[in-house]
């Protein structure tokens, strides 16, 4: 089934709001030029989400061993590099940390050269294709996803950018096995990092049902 990650959580009554829909995925932003960044103290939070919602630390082009302290001192269950890390910078992860699920994000545009990502296949999990901005995330602009016709690697991934209650109809016309998951974020936020529970709660109940995405 189609999986959910809710990326961009900061306050700790929203963190529990949202984590009570159980989306399979929770993201937290471990980059300080992000609207949505995480203080220390929040980020404390992170290691007592239940165990069923895997807690995904976002970073750009941070310091490995900064991101490996995250790693285990919060328990994170997946990183996402949204930056220029390197193949072997996620080979160093998985090396390190063998059950840490290993997502790379990447800036798609209308020219963006998917035999980029071949030198990824074997250090990550999961790819995440992403609108291109200068910010690196949190856009809420969607890119033309027709330009995924040209990925023709087997990696399952995830859709990202500006991902909005208005694409549902949009999303189940896709017919991509490799689509893993949706990744949502500031089309449900009432200001940067505060989550909307019940816009969040429609699009589960519009896109993630029983059945949708099974081959
Ligand atoms: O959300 C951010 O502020 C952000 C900043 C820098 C790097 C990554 C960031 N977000 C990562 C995500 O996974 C977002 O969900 C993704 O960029 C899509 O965001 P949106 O276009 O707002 O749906």
Known sequence: MLKLKVCGMRLAANIAAVAGLQPDYLGFIFYEKSPRAISDVSAELIKYIPAEIKTVGVFVNEDIETVKEKISS??????????????????????????????????????????????YLATTDYFLFDTKTKAHGGSGKT??????????????YFLSGGIDLEHTTAIKNIND?????????????????????????????????????QG
């Open 177 to 213: 096995d490799r689509l893993y998951a949706l990744d949502i974020n500031s089309r449900f936020e009432t200001e940067p990092g505060l989550k909307d529970a019940e816009k969040i709660k429609e699009f589960i109940k519009e896109i993630i049902t029983p059945g949708f995405n």
């Open 74 to 119: 919060l328990k994170l269950k997946a990183v996402q590099l949204h930056g220029s890390e390197t193949p072997e910078y996620c080979a160093e992860l998985k090396s390190d940390f063998p059950n840490l699920e290993v997502i790379k994000a990447f800036g798609i545009d209308e020219d963006f050269d998917f035999s980029a990502l071949e030198a």
């Open 143 to 156: 890119f033309n996803w027709s330009v995924l016709d040209r990925y023709t690697y087997t990696k399952p």
